[in-house]
């Protein structure tokens, strides 16, 4: 005779196993979502990567000023670039309403990354030098390099959990959703 009680140890174990199970095959789609994002953000940072090198090669070779304007100047036009990239392609936002916050949001992120890989380039650039004499100004390009390597991580913890965040609607009215739709379009009407 079966007993319908919460307490028998067979019932409890199988309920146990199905929400583990769902919880775990939730959590390794986020994963393995999170993962393609972190690499299609590797690939879009290339544009940031190679507007500063070739900013610091155009100012270098071709203009003779100082490489360091040249990769602020390349860096500064790569940028406009890697925000269209990244809302349409790498996270996939195409939430109208939240446009100008996202902006708004990018533009601080970025400006703050901006500023210190300019401190990052040069404060590597002079270690770099005082390892090692002047080799042409290469110093530059290793000092890129390490600098990109840093913001790889960097850039991706702050696009995907502060500027490009997804919408997430908590409970406003009720924890069951679902079983409220008719209300909170009611509520939505009057507000």
């Known amino acids: 005779m ?3 009680s919460p307490m028998v140890p067979d019932q409890v174990s199988i309920r146990g196993i199905l929400v583990h199970t769902m ?14 994002q972190f690499i299609k953000l590797q690939v879009a940072g290339n544009v940031l990567f190679v507007g500063a090198i070739v900013g610091t090669f155009i100012a270098q070779s071709v203009l003779a000023i100082h490489p360091l304007i040249g990769m602020v100047v390349g860096s500064a036009l790569a940028h406009i670039v890697f925000f269209v990239i ?15 916050s996202q902006i708004a949001r990018f533009v601080v992120f970025m ?19 005082g390892v090692q004499p002047s080799i042409d100004g290469y110093e530059h390009y290793v000092a890129l390099i390490l600098s990109g390597l840093f913001f790889a991580v960097w850039s991706y913890v702050g696009l995907k959990f502060w500027v490009f965040t997804p919408t997430r ?3 406003r009215y009720s924890r069951h959703h ?14």
């Open 2 to 4: 079966l007993c319908h």
């Open 23 to 36: 919880a775990g095959i939730t959590h390794s789609r986020s994963f393995v979502r999170s993962a393609v």
């Open 86 to 100: 990244n809302r349409a392609w790498v996270f996939g936002s195409s939430q109208s309403g939240k446009t100008n």
């Open 111 to 129: 400006s703050f990354n901006f500023l210190l890989n300019i401190v990052l380039v040069t404060v590597i650039g002079r270690m770099l030098i």
């Open 169 to 171: 609607n908590h409970a």
């Open 178 to 191: 679902a079983l409220t739709f008719e209300r909170n379009k009611e509520i939505d009407a009057r507000v």
